[in-house]
């Protein structure tokens, strides 16, 4: 069975780092695109970035673009998110999810839990 587990969130202060990874086990990991959504108190999900494995094209949102970056650990079936100089408006639950249908924004068929991130001023 596919199985993505996310880690890493916390509380951090603006301006500051974190890291969260995604472990992926039960599929073809080269196969899939891998990336992270989010959901922020009050607001609906929201795709943040995702990545093809395969050839590693990658997909940013608007708002976190030169500021997050997801890559892949392929030897450990893993996909992480940088994500640097953090804002409050980055607060936000954030999710593993993967797809066999290629890399780009839609529903994807496969979700791990979330893991929380906050931001505070």
């Known amino acids: 069975e596919v199985q993505l587990q996310a880690s890493g969130g916390g509380l951090v202060q603006a301006g500051g780092s974190l890291r969260l990874s995604c472990a992926a086990s039960?599929?073809?990991?080269?196969?899939?695109?891998i990336g992270w959504f989010r959901q922020a108190p009050g607001k609906e999900r929201e795709g943040v970035s995702v990545m093809s494995i395969s050839d590693g094209n990658r997909l940013y949102a608007s708002s976190v673009k030169g500021r997050f970056t997801i890559s892949s650990d392929n030897a450990k079936n893993t996909v992480h998110l940088q994500m640097n100089s953090l804002k409050p408006e980055d607060t936000a639950v954030y999710y593993c999810?993967?797809?066999?249908?290629?890399?780009?924004?839609?529903?994807?068929?496969?979700w791990g839990q979330g893991t929380l991130v906050t931001v505070s001023s």
């Open positions: 039960g599929f073809t990991f080269d196969d899939y695109a």
């Open positions: 999810a993967a797809d066999s249908r290629g890399i780009g924004w839609y529903e994807y068929d496969h």
